[in-house]
């Protein structure tokens, strides 16, 4: 899992096929982001979910937090090629400053 | 409205030499962070400024690193000289709020090789 590590650390899939990623935090939070990385750009902040909030959902997104087991999902449903990135988890706890995980990389073959 | 733009986006030097990056964040964003991204490894926290202010720098690896952000708005991080593990993607964001839930814009990164 992130925060140290990535669960799984890549993923290759069809187009069309759902993309699932967990990560793993170690801190009391009081939100967890998901960002994307495209290949040689800057991370794309995707979803917030607040330390109270067990789902959120934004299009094709769907995120869950699990604050018993400090971990949370993201599910990527019929997921295109253009979903081929980088996606990390980032804790924000006490202060301003996000700690990352380590990342999925994401192949979604057409 | 622009996003946070960096410069370079590409940088290649020699061990040893200097190299500045520069961060302009979102227009009116008080909150400026450097972030970066060593080769295979996690995305590490360097800094963060509230306006002109070093409000965190806990990340900060060793005193090659100097971050400024002089009046508030444009920032830089200069490396000095620089050393071979340097070598990675280094981000900038900006963030509107100083507390709770908000979200950050991130730059496009710099990458920088040392040779």
């Known amino acids: 899992s992130q925060q140290g590590e990535e669960d799984p650390q890549a993923l290759s899939i069809q187009e069309g096929e759902n993309a699932t990623m967990n990560c793993s935090y170690k801190?009391?939070?009081?939100?967890l982001q998901w960002y994307r990385q495209n290949s040689g750009r800057g991370l794309v902040h995707l979803i917030l979910i607040r330390s109270n909030e067990r789902e959120k959902h934004s299009g094709r997104l769907r995120v869950t937090l699990d604050t018993s087991k400090k971990s949370s999902s993201l599910l990527i449903t019929a997921s295109r090629a253009a979903d081929t990135a980088s996606y990390f988890c980032a804790e924000q706890a006490a202060g301003n400053k996000l700690t990352f995980g380590g990342g999925t990389r994401v192949l979604v073959k057409p | 409205e622009a996003g946070v733009t960096q410069f370079p986006s590409h940088s290649v030097i020699e061990k040893g030499q200097t190299v500045t990056l520069r961060c302009d964040p979102i227009s009116g964003h008080d909150n400026l962070y450097w972030y970066r991204r060593v080769m295979g490894k996690e995305i590490k926290f360097l800094l963060h400024?509230?306006?002109?202010?070093?409000?965190?720098e806990s990340g900060m690896p060793n005193n090659r690193f100097l971050a400024e952000r002089t009046g508030g708005t444009y920032s830089t991080l200069k490396v000095q000289p620089a050393e071979l593990e340097d070598s990675g993607v280094y981000f900038c964001?900006?963030?509107?709020?100083?507390?709770?839930?908000?979200?950050?814009?991130f730059g496009s990164g710099t990458r920088l090789t040392v040779v």
């Open positions: 801190t009391s939070i009081n939100n």
């Open positions: 964001a900006s963030s509107q709020h100083t507390t709770g839930q908000h979200r950050y814009t």
């Open positions: 400024f509230v306006k002109e202010s070093k409000q965190d």
